[in-house]
């Protein structure tokens, strides 16, 4: 049984000050809990305040938003895997449709990110979605599978074990049209076929697969309601205490 995972991308959002704050809040409100795992991904700028905020046993894991594929060197701006590490990442998140979109990433570099992830002992969540366009011209399937195809390219059966995958439709992210249930459910059982055909059953079936995109405490159970849907990244609804902490708590229940 995969364990549900709830994924907080605070984006540029939150100080180092206001960051600690919000963690230790959210700390209290939020049951440890074996049924889910938490993750949070504030700025670099916050790593630090929001590790400390969770303390060294904390179930909460940290995530990075991005990195570079290179462990060191001159690469003005970009920050390491390493140093990541370093800081006390378990998570660091890969593609976000926002950087591809607004800072040019591009597959390739996608899948270095992934390696590079890899090899110092993060584990990457990897992010892809098809455009509305996409979507309106029946490309979902094929755009999300050519995603995959290269930002996964070659990679060997234990290294997948360490990856989640997020489906986040550009079209649902930051909009308030989060997609349906049924169609989340339709893309996260391609993905899954696809991670069988290249790979094998075994993995199809650990593999954690995410849903991306307007997630809400109204739409959350629902999401979870499907064993395809394996957790959630959630963006604008992670920034506010109220909302993530029930988004959470719908996520620890135990799982029919
Ligand atoms: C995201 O940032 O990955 C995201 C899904 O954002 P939102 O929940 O705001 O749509």
């Not at 206001?18 to 963690?23: D, G, I, L, P």
């Not at 991904?41 to 305040?49: C, D, G, N, Q």
């Not at 800072?103 to 110092?120: H, M, N």
Request: proline share 5%; hydrophobic share 45%.
């Amino acid at each position: 049984m995969r364990r549900p995972l709830i994924v907080g991308n605070w984006k540029m959002n939150k100080t180092a000050s206001e960051a600690a704050v919000f963690t230790r809040d959210l700390r209290k409100r939020v049951p440890v809990s074996p049924y889910a795992d938490v993750v949070l991904a504030p700025p670099f700028t916050a790593l630090e305040s929001v590790r400390n905020a969770l303390g060294p046993s904390s179930l909460i894991s940290l995530a990075a938003q991005n990195l570079h594929w290179e462990p060191y060197g001159a690469f003005t701006g970009e920050v390491s895997a390493p140093m990541l590490r370093d800081l006390g990442c378990r998570y660091v998140i890969v593609g976000h449709s926002e950087r591809r979109t607004c800072f040019g990433e591009r597959d390739e570099s996608i899948q270095k990110k992934v390696l590079a992830a890899l090899k110092f002992g993060l584990a990457p969540i990897l992010c892809v979605g098809e455009s509305l366009a996409d979507r309106e011209a029946e490309r979902t399937e094929s755009v999300v599978t050519a995603q995959l195809s290269s930002s996964l390219a070659g990679l060997p059966t234990q290294d997948l074990a360490t990856v989640t995958i997020a489906y986040e439709p550009v079209w649902a992210i930051g909009t308030g049209r989060a997609a349906t249930t049924e169609q989340a459910v339709t893309v996260h059982r391609s993905i899954r076929l696809f991670v069988e055909t290249g790979w094998n059953s075994e993995s199809a079936s650990a593999i954690r697969i995410l849903y991306g995109g307007s997630v809400t405490p109204q739409n959350i159970e629902s999401l979870l309601a499907s064993d395809a849907i394996d957790g959630a990244l959630v963006g604008g609804a992670c920034l506010n205490l109220d909302s993530f902490a029930t988004i959470i708590t719908f996520a620890q229940r135990p799982r029919a």
